[in-house]
């Protein structure tokens, strides 16, 4: 790989979405009341075991040992300032209800699947914003989406065995995700999943890459689905230097990135089965396809204006 060019996004996090596994996990939730049983509520069906605190039991240390989580919810400042403080000292993060200051983390909107989780925050700012994301995006997520990847987690080391190369099963997978192993997985069916999943990995063989030109002019709201998807999909990024950010936004983050390279290189990437997203802001690009298709080597053009 060529060198990685260091590019822009439009917007920095203010706040960093991580999951915490609750399969044999304990969660400390203190106080009493709605706020309380809101939060306990948030675990119910989980693997976690949660461990509710009162009164002074709430302002020890101790009974926060060994719990990932804590939740503070009271009415009263004095003991829920003294009850985060308490678990703090035990070494465990906390949300304290409607009490921003005293919080290590918030609780975003939650999308439940299963072994699908979806979660939006907005760091505490707007609840209500991040409820109505999460109808618009719940709306969307299938309720089998859970059984689907519950199949694929049970079958991760096979798939790795078989595929160790990365841009190979992430191939696979994105095809295997839109055909008949997910709908038999939906469907409630996992045996039928696994073989069918099976069969699929049997017959995988090792694809060709392609380079697909994508106009990075901005903004990306004009950009295709289809070339939306491509960036989403891309192993490799090769920028121009004027490539606008909202665009360069669309594309997996853990994606190899260099600014522009000779179709040669591109060549040599392709051949490692690798998809190419090259990135254009002008219209040289028209010479580098051409000699790249002279070359017998793949390409698309998602589309390209003037």
């Known amino acids: 790989m060529a060198p990685s060019l260091r590019l822009r996004y439009p917007s920095a996090m203010d706040a960093f979405p991580a999951f915490f596994p609750l399969s044999g996990k304990t969660v400390a939730v203190a106080g009493v009341g709605a706020g309380a049983e809101a939060k306990a509520r948030l675990f ?20 926060y040992a060994g719990a990932i989580l804590a939740f503070v919810a009271s009415e009263d400042a004095a003991f829920a300032e003294a009850a985060a403080s308490a678990a703090r000292a035990a070494g465990v993060p906390v949300n304290a209800v409607d009490r921003p200051a005293l919080c290590d983390f ?6 439940d699947r299963g072994e699908v989780v ?3 925050g907005t760091g505490g700012a707007s609840p209500m914003l991040a409820t109505l994301l999460r109808h618009d995006i719940e709306a969307r997520v299938p309720e089998g989406a859970g059984q689907v990847a519950a199949l694929f987690a049970s079958m991760q080391d096979e798939v790795r065995a078989a595929l160790p190369e990365p841009h190979r099963r992430r191939a696979f997978l994105r095809a295997a995700l839109g055909g ?4 038999a997985a939906m469907r409630g069916d996992k045996a039928l999943a696994q073989r069918l999943l099976r069969e699929a990995l049997a017959r995988d063989e090792p694809g060709a890459g392609r380079v697909q030109f994508i106009d990075a002019r901005g903004p990306a709201d004009l950009l295709t689905l289809r070339a939306a998807r491509a960036l989403a999909a891309a192993d490799v990024l090769v920028c121009d230097e004027a490539a606008h950010a909202d665009v360069l936004a669309l594309a997996r983050r853990d994606a190899e990135r260099s600014g522009p390279q000779s179709a040669d290189h591109l060549g040599q990437l392709t051949a490692q089965g690798l998809r190419v997203a090259r990135l254009v802001t002008g219209t040289g690009w028209r010479s580098e396809q051409a000699a790249l298709e002279a070359a017998g080597i793949e390409t698309d053009v998602l589309p390209i204006a003037g």
Not at 106 to 111: D, K, S, Y
Request: hydrophobic share 45%; charged share 20%.
């Open 180 to 183: 008949p192993v997910a709908e």
């Open 106 to 111: 918030t609780t975003p909107a939650l999308i």
């Open 44 to 63: 119910e069906g989980s693997p976690a075991k949660v461990r509710r605190l009162e009164g002074q039991a709430a302002l020890m240390p101790e009974s």
């Open 118 to 120: 979806a979660a939006i």
